[in-house]
């Protein structure tokens, strides 16, 4: 692989939980990726960005609806056949605003997968199943776009994925397998486990240069 390129929303930008600041490089997952790839034939791009999601548009801020810009996103960067594309989508989708069920928005990220191979069919495509939202994320102090529902939706996202992945014959992680969001936020992941997280795409990325 030349380029990974990993396309997802603020836990790929690096958000730090509690203070809209990004953490530096070597602290986010995508900049521990990169490190652990040093030596290797392989660079990775950042393509992070605060409440993007699969296909809805925010009401709130522009820019944000992943099938919009993933198509702009390919052509700046113009993935080969030894590239892999990484999309980790989900979470925003799960807002209330949206009213998205699990396959609603499973069904967005195969509508990316399939712009994916709309520009090449050679280039490896990884779908990452976000982590769970927490429990309280919901709650007065935290963050208020979302609700009840949106844990529950959350946590069901990983089987409608895989569905996708399968269907798409695309490989597949799932993110809430390794890492958790912060108490801080109930939102983004710490230090701690961008680094567990950044850890298990690295050995998905030996595995997929084996098989």
Not at 1 to 21: A, H, L, R
Not at 44 to 72: A, H
Not at 139 to 166: Q, T
Request: charged content about 30%; aromatic content about 8%; hydrophobic content about 35%.
């Amino acid at each position: 692989m030349k380029q990974v390129i990993c396309f997802g929303d603020s836990n790929t930008f690096g958000y730090i939980p509690g203070t809209g600041k990004r953490y530096p490089w070597g602290k986010r997952w995508t900049s521990i990726l990169s490190e652990k790839l040093a030596g290797t034939d392989s660079r990775v791009v950042e393509e992070g960005l605060v409440g993007r999601t699969t296909i809805f548009e925010d009401p709130l801020r522009d820019g944000r609806c992943g099938v919009k810009l993933l198509p702009v996103i390919l052509e700046t960067h113009a993935p080969s056949d030894e590239d892999l594309v990484v999309i980790m989508l989900g979470t925003n989708d799960c807002k209330a605003i949206y009213g998205a069920s699990p396959e609603v928005i499973a069904k967005g990220v195969g509508r990316l997968v399939r712009q994916v191979k709309a520009y090449s069919d050679k280039v490896k495509i990884l779908i990452i199943s976000p982590i769970h939202l927490g429990e309280n994320v919901w709650k007065e102090g935290f963050d208020p776009e979302f609700d009840g529902n949106s844990v529950e939706i959350s946590k069901k996202l990983a089987a409608e994925y895989r569905k996708i992945s399968r269907a798409e014959n695309t490989y597949f992680l799932d993110a809430s397998e390794f890492a958790v969001p912060s108490k801080t936020d109930e939102e983004h992941m710490d230090e701690d486990n961008h680094s567990r997280l950044a850890s298990a795409v690295y050995e998905k990325i030996r595995a997929i240069r084996c098989a």
